[in-house]
Antibody
């Protein structure tokens, strides 16, 4: 079955770029829809954006000016870049997939990775 | 953007109780709503999609209903494993969005 694993630095300095990767195993990144979600400490879930393997993306308007999501089919991965980070970007970041298509919800999730923004 | 509002924010209940969580959309989203369960330190888990379709492997005590702007998640008889936070999420069109969550606590 499809499994996801996030990776990337756990600590990022203010004003720098947060970069995370989600590795897809048990399936192909070229087959499904992929999403990044985050959760600040003690708060709810925030949808960041999605990508289809063709490169089609859509982003949360509140983050759109700072976010880029990309896919690397050769590595079976997709990635998140968030630039000009501040303490407000401290969160657990999850990658997720819509394995059955866009009508069935996000049915596969990574375990999440904690990113702290601090100098 | 379409806003999703859940109520209540916190719900105290006992094992065996029947509980209902409500999710309201600021605009018509048809039936494009999912419910997720999240336990502390864990990723969310998909429970229900298309407002009322139970995800494979999810106990039948969970059910969802609604369409348009008002939706409900019902747990017919609470079990100890059900104490968690529940989120609704609309996916009628991008950008998607979540409700703020409902924390189900033991009374």
């Amino acid at each position: 079955q499809v499994q996801l694993q996030e990776s990337g630095p756990g600590l990022v300095k203010p004003s720098e770029t947060l970069s995370l990767t989600c590795t897809v195993s048990g399936g192909s990144v070229s087959s499904y829809y992929w999403t990044w979600i985050r959760q600040p400490p003690g708060k709810g879930l925030e949808w960041i954006g999605y990508i289809y393997y063709s490169g089609t993306t859509n982003y949360n308007p509140s983050l759109k000016s700072r976010v880029t999501i990309s896919v690397d089919t050769s590595k079976n991965q997709f990635s998140l870049k968030l630039n000009s980070v501040t303490a407000a970007d401290t969160a657990v970041y999850y990658c997720a997939g819509e394995i059955r298509g866009v009508y069935y919800g996000m049915d596969v999730w990574g375990q999440g990775t904690t990113v702290t923004v601090s100098s | 953007d379409i806003q999703m509002t859940q109520s209540p924010s916190t719900l105290s209940a006992s094992v065996g109780d029947r509980v209902t969580v409500t999710c309201r959309a600021s605009q018509n989203i048809g039936g494009w709503l999912a419910w997720y369960q999240q336990k502390p330190g864990k990723a969310p888990k998909l429970l229900i999609y298309k407002a009322s379709t139970l995800e494979s492997g999810v106990p039948s005590r969970f059910s969802g209903s609604g369409s348009g702007t008002e939706f409900t998640l019902t747990i017919s008889s609470l079990q100890p494993d059900d104490f968690a936070t529940y989120y609704c999420q609309r996916y009628n069109r991008y950008p998607y969005s979540f409700g703020q969550g409902t924390k189900l606590e033991i009374k």
